[in-house]
């Protein structure tokens, strides 16, 4: 079993910035995919951005150029740098594990999720 745990959301004005963390434990050995995905009220859950175990990084259209996903394999944890935010930023934003040589922003692949933690940009 894997556990993750985001912290990191609030609230800032447009064209601020914060980051996100997913701390991840349990067993973490066969973690190959992680990403983050966001919904925000009566809409679907969208992927943000994904990293593989080898650093290979994919984005949303709607963030490249702002945000940056990383992750520090040594201290189990995924980050995402939002930079330059807008108000349809706002929404719960998620983290997402997978174990299995795919990777992708589609939400149905992953097996493990967060609870959420919630960014609101204000305009």
């Known amino acids: 079993q894997v556990q993750l745990v985001e912290s990191g959301g609030g609230s800032v004005q447009a064209g601020g910035s914060l980051r996100l963390s997913c701390a991840v434990s349990g067993y973490t050995y066969d973690i190959y995919c992680m990403a983050w995905f966001r919904q925000a009220p009566g809409k679907e859950r969208e992927g943000v951005a994904y990293i593989t175990s080898g650093g290979t990084t994919i984005y949303a259209d709607s963030v490249k150029g702002r945000f940056a996903i990383s992750r520090d394999n040594d201290k189990n944890t995924l980050y995402l740098q939002m930079n330059t935010l807008k108000p349809e930023d706002t929404a719960m934003y998620y983290c997402?594990?997978?174990?299995?040589?795919?990777?992708?922003?589609?939400?149905?692949?992953?097996?493990?999720w967060g609870q959420g933690t919630q960014v609101t940009v204000s305009s």
């Open positions: 997402a594990a997978r174990s299995g040589r795919m990777c992708s922003l589609n939400p149905s692949i992953f097996t493990y």
